[in-house]
C-alpha cells in the first residue's frame, strides 16, 4: 500500500509557539541522531523518554527542542517513532524535514502514519478512520462520536460476533465432510440463538446511523412556511447574524439559504427555504421544489405559522422531528394553540426556548453515555448488507436449508462484518483511498 522506509511530516500546524514533526521507521532514532546534539545519543535512551537538545547542521544550530522517542513495537506506527517539538516557525519546520530528507527519510504521504498502525495491527480501519474523524470534528457530539470509536467503539462487539460465527460457519462446513454419515456437529439451536444475537446488534448499529450521520454532518432543519411568515428572520435570529435577506415582498426567498451554528454541542445546519404559496413565477415555483426537496432531507422541520393561519401542507415521515411555531407572538394577548411555541422573531422573544426544543429532538442519551453510534457511510454500508445476510441465514436455517448453503449466507455476513474493522480488505486501491483522505502527519 505505502512504500518502506523512514518517512516525516509536520504533525501540527506552524505559526503558533510549539510545533511537532514525526518521524517513523525503522532506523529513524538513529536518523535523528545525525541532526540532534544532547546530552547523549538518542540512540542510547529508553522508550518513551523526553530529551532536550539541539537540532544543528553542520557546526550551526538550527532550534533548540524536545525530542520524544518510542520504541517498536510500542509506538503508534508500530515501528520505531520520533517526535521532535519545534519553535512554531514554518522556516524551522521546513529546515528540520530538509535536513531529515537529507539523512534519508522522505515526506510522508496523506494518512500514512494511521496506514502503518494499522498495518502493524495497532488499530484496526473502523480507528484509522475515527482519527481522521475527531480531527475535522466541528462539535462535542461529533467528537464524541469519533473518539468512542478510536477507542475500540463497535470494533470489540464486532470482532467477538465475527469469531463466534466463523466458529458456527467451521462447524457447518466440518458436516460437509461428513455428508454421508449424516451428521450436525453445530447445534442448530445454539446457532439460531447466535444469529439473533447477531443480528439485533448489527441492527442496532444499523439504525444508529441516521442519528450519527447527522451529527457528524449536523442535523439539518428545514424552516418551511408562507411567504412573508418570518422564515429568514427567524434564520438570522437563531445564527446570530443577518445570513438571510429579509423583505416586506412575499417570494423574496427563491433558493434555499443554508447556515450552521452550534447548540449546546450538537451541529445544526437551518435552511431557510422559499415560502410554499401558489404562484404562476417559474423562479419562485422553482424555489417551492426545492423546498420540498429540503424537508424530504430534513431530520428537523420548522412549522412556522402566523397567529389565526393554520399551514399544513407537509407529512412529515415517522423519523422526522416536527416543530411548530407561531411567530409575530407581540402581537396577540393569548395563545390559540397548545402544541405551539410562541415567538417574536423580529423582538427575539422565545428564541431561546425554540433553541431548547431543537435540541431536546436530538436524543445524545447514548452518545455521551459512551455506547457505539456509526457514523460512517462505509460503515453504514457494510452493516446493512451483513444485516441482510443474516437475516437470511435465520431464514434459511427455519427452512432447513443444507448445511453448504447455510454456511454462504453466514459467510456473507462475515465478510461484510470484517469490511468494517478491516478484517476481510486486501485491496491496496481501496485501502489507500481511505488514507489518502487524511491529512499529512496522520
Known sequence: MFTPGIIVAPA??????????????????????TIFKGRKPLSCAATHTIHYGNIIDGDQIVDDVVVAIFHAPHSYTGEQSVEISIHGSQYIASRVITLLCKQGARLAEPGEFSARAFAAGRID???????????????????????????GGYSDSLHSLREQLIEIT??????????????EFADRTRLSQMLAKCSNVVSTLVESFRTGNAIRNGVSV???????????????????EERAMVSDIAGTTRDTVEQSVIIEGI????????????????LELMGIDRTMKAVERAHIIILMTEPSVTFEHIEPTEKQSVIRVVNKADTISTAELTDALYISARENEGI??????????VDTTALYRGDAIVSNARHHQALSAALEALNAASTALNTGISSELLAEDIRV?????????GGTI??????????SSFCIGK
Do not use: W, Y
Request: proline residues 1%; glycine residues 8%; contains cysteine.
Open 12 to 33: 501540527s500546524a506552524t505559526g503558533g509557539a510549539i510545533a511537532v514533526i514525526r518521524v517513523s521507521g525503522e532506523g529513524s532514532i538513529a536518523l535523528c541522531d
Open 125 to 151: 480501519l473502523s480507528q484509522a478512520e475515527a482519527v481522521a474523524d475527531i480531527i475535522a470534528a466541528d462539535s462535542q457530539a461529533a467528537h464524541a462520536i469519533a473518539s468512542t470509536q478510536m477507542r
Open 170 to 183: 467451521a462447524l457447518l462446513e466440518l458436516e460437509l465432510d461428513f455428508g454421508e454419515e449424516d451428521v
Open 222 to 240: 428545514a424552516i418551511i412556511g408562507a411567504p412573508n411568515v418570518g422564515k429568514s428572520t427567524l434564520l438570522n435570529r437563531l445564527v446570530g
Open 267 to 282: 451541529k445544526f445546519r437551518f435552511i431557510d427555504t422559499a415560502g410554499i404559496r401558489t404562484t404562476e413565477d417559474k
Open 352 to 361: 431561546d426556548a425554540l433553541r431548547k426544543a431543537l435540541r431536546e429532538c
Open 413 to 421: 455476513a462475515i465478510n461484510h462484518i470484517g469490511e468494517v474493522t
Open 426 to 435: 486486501s485491496s491496496d486501491q481501496i485501502l489507500h483511498s481511505i488514507f
